[in-house]
């Protein structure tokens, strides 16, 4: 009888052994992968953008859509329109400013880099301004946020990437 014991409870230990090994090697495993993803620095894909060869040209383009989304023609209420659709996290606005890219300088293939977000907002109440660029923000070249002015408004600023731009960066 206790051969027969032994004999039977022995395939069990050595299967606990096995699953304890197992499960010992998968937790030293998950601590090592853990362990190198933390040491590499994760890329920023917005730093350093838009570079400096194509600045001027990226001023260029927004000087443009915030013109004419403030003025009171069909065009200008048009792109407004689009400029401040928020749906599928502000694609539009994006696709308007690449479009214009496009039109501006066709040969050039301007792109704003993964995870850029363009914003367009207006006053709540007209002819209230959000005066002040928030220069206490950390330079964030993904998000880009500019105040429209209220449609044919007659201020002393022209409408601009310059005096428009509220977020995340100092103009340039």
């Not at 400096?52 to 209420?77: H, L, Q």
């Not at 044919?152 to 960066?169: D, E, Q, R, T």
Request: proline fraction near 8%; charge should be positive.
């Amino acid at each position: 009888m206790k051969n027969l014991h032994s004999t039977a409870v022995r395939p069990i230990k050595r299967s606990v052994a096995v699953i304890i090994t197992i499960c010992a090697g998968a937790l030293l495993m998950s601590a090592v992968i853990a362990q190198n993803t933390q040491s590499q620095p994760k890329a920023k894909p917005c730093e350093n953008w838009p570079p400096d060869v194509i600045k001027d040209k990226v001023k260029a383009a927004f000087d443009k859509v915030i013109s004419t989304a403030t003025a009171d023609t069909e065009e200008g209420r048009k792109l407004r329109a689009k400029l401040l659709d928020s749906r599928n996290c502000y694609k539009s606005p994006k696709a308007e400013m690449e479009r214009t890219f496009d039109e501006m300088f066709p040969t050039e293939k301007i792109r704003f880099p993964k995870g850029s977000l363009v914003v367009f907002y207006e006053p709540e109440k007209a002819g209230a301004r959000d005066y002040g660029f928030a220069e206490n923000y950390p330079g964030n070249h993904c998000l880009h946020i500019f105040y429209l002015d209220t449609v044919g408004s007659k201020s002393n600023a022209k409408p601009s990437f310059a005096n428009n731009l509220m977020c995340c960066y100092p103009p340039w």
